[in-house]
């Protein structure tokens, strides 16, 4: 069974495990290109205590080559029938940012989050999609596109830029129909930042928490933890766990991870740190 995302209480810390239906996706590790490979890694993350799933169909690593829609869509659809026939209680997302894609998703398999990497603005109808169909929106900062971000990194000062332009869209959402319950923030770790300005961000994640919103961090195997170690993302676990730690002293509602069992251990130590 699929959970609907209604079931999810955000005042909780989750787990949403990242199953990308891609070639190309920068840890390589996470790539399924086949509906074998998607069944697997959808019964391990669930085995393994995700209580979300995030389903990619569009590489957002920087430099990455674009998807055309059908593409993205055979991909996407072969994700969330892999979710349908493991017969899990889990929650869906769908990380694009193209509305058809969501319209498509929603048709066929029902409610699901929205993940969308640039808060709306490469599709100008994904909002209205959204708002429409009443789903849950995940609003990610982002400057550019995949292929031009990590030239437009200059930041006057990166938690505020980011914080502002979070708030903002917030009540933009708002206005355009999606009820405040359904907005989740995403400051973009790794997207149109320097590393540099990575770790800052990280360390004004209560600026952002004081918008009100519940937050997605997706920090994990990113070139902020395994490149100031001269290391691979292959070789970077210990650090994405240390970052987990870091995010969730805060509380965050949702880390999106590749390591579900060891960030399960981060998540369960961290609920006993605090309760005693």
Not at 75 to 83: D, I, Y
Not at 107 to 127: P, Q, Y
Not at 207 to 229: D, E, H, N
């Amino acid at each position: 069974m699929i959970l609907k995302p209604s079931t999810i209480n955000l005042s909780d810390s989750h787990i949403m495990a990242i199953v990308n239906l891609t070639p190309d996706s920068f840890y390589g590790a996470s790539r399924n290109v086949s509906a074998t490979e998607a069944s697997r890694s959808v019964d391990r993350a669930v085995g393994e205590g995700a209580t979300i799933v995030d389903i990619g169909g569009y590489s957002s690593r920087p430099g990455a080559k674009d998807v055309d829609l059908e593409e993205e869509w055979r991909r996407v659809r072969m994700g969330l029938e892999a979710v349908r026939d493991a017969r899990c209680d889990v929650v869906v997302s769908v990380d694009t940012f193209r509305s058809e894609i969501v319209s498509r998703a929603y048709a066929e398999f029902g409610d699901v989050i929205v993940n969308d990497i640039s808060a709306g603005k490469a599709d100008e109808a994904m909002v209205d999609v959204v708002a429409r169909l009443g789903l849950p929106y995940v609003a990610m900062h982002m400057r550019g596109e995949p292929q031009t971000m990590q030239m437009m990194t200059d930041y006057g000062d990166v938690v505020k830029d980011v914080a502002d332009f979070l708030g903002r869209r917030g009540e933009e959402l708002q206005r355009a129909g999606i009820v405040r319950e359904n907005i989740i923030l995403d400051p973009g770790f790794g997207f149109a930042k320097t590393l540099k300005q990575n770790y800052e961000l990280m360390r004004g994640l209560d600026t952002l928490r004081a918008l009100g919103y519940p937050l997605l961090v997706g920090v994990s195997r990113k070139s902020m933890i395994y490149k100031p170690l001269g290391l691979t993302p292959e070789e970077a676990l210990p650090g994405s766990l240390a970052f987990a730690w870091e995010a969730l002293r805060g509380g965050e509602a949702i880390l999106r991870v590749h390591d579900v069992a060891a960030t399960r251990q981060i998540l369960e130590l961290s609920k006993h740190y605090k309760s005693l």
